[in-house]
């Protein structure tokens, strides 16, 4: 079982950039991006279910980030507008077998399966 994310680099501030995430090895019920940047604990930024139409994103990256999911392709997005100095940080995509609702979402101890994440550096 791997979730392997993709699609960082450096990118001036206003740009963009798509980060993938692609699950190997079986599916899940649950799908989230975290971030963490320097000298920051882990911080949530957007979650998707497999099986339904819902998308959670923080209330400070609403309106610019969006996630989104592929389930022919097992691969989760997460889209990044308006992309500014802090939002650089490394982003790591998780999974859980399980369907997490209301706070569960959120919360990534209830993430079992994890990426090796991937580093998003906005310049000023």
């Known amino acids: 079982v791997q979730l392997q994310a993709f699609g960082g680099g450096l990118v001036q501030a206003g740009g963009s950039l798509r980060l993938s995430c692609a699950a190997s090895?079986?599916?899940?019920?649950?799908y989230a991006w975290f971030r963490q940047g320097p000298g920051k604990e882990r911080e949530f930024v957007a979650a998707?279910?497999?099986?339904?139409?819902?998308?959670y994103v923080a209330n400070s990256m609403k309106g610019r980030f969006t996630i989104a999911r592929d389930n022919a392709k097992n691969t989760v997005y997460l889209q990044m507008n308006s992309l500014q100095p802090e939002d650089t940080a490394v982003y790591y995509c998780?999974?859980?077998?399980?369907?997490?609702?209301?706070?569960?979402?959120?919360?990534?101890?209830?993430?079992?399966?994890w990426g090796k994440g991937t580093l998003v550096t906005v310049s000023s």
């Open positions: 998707i279910s497999r099986t339904d139409s819902n998308t």
């Open positions: 090895g079986r599916t899940f019920s649950s």
């Open positions: 998780a999974a859980s077998r399980a369907y997490l609702s209301k706070t569960g979402r959120y919360d990534h101890r209830l993430y079992h399966y």
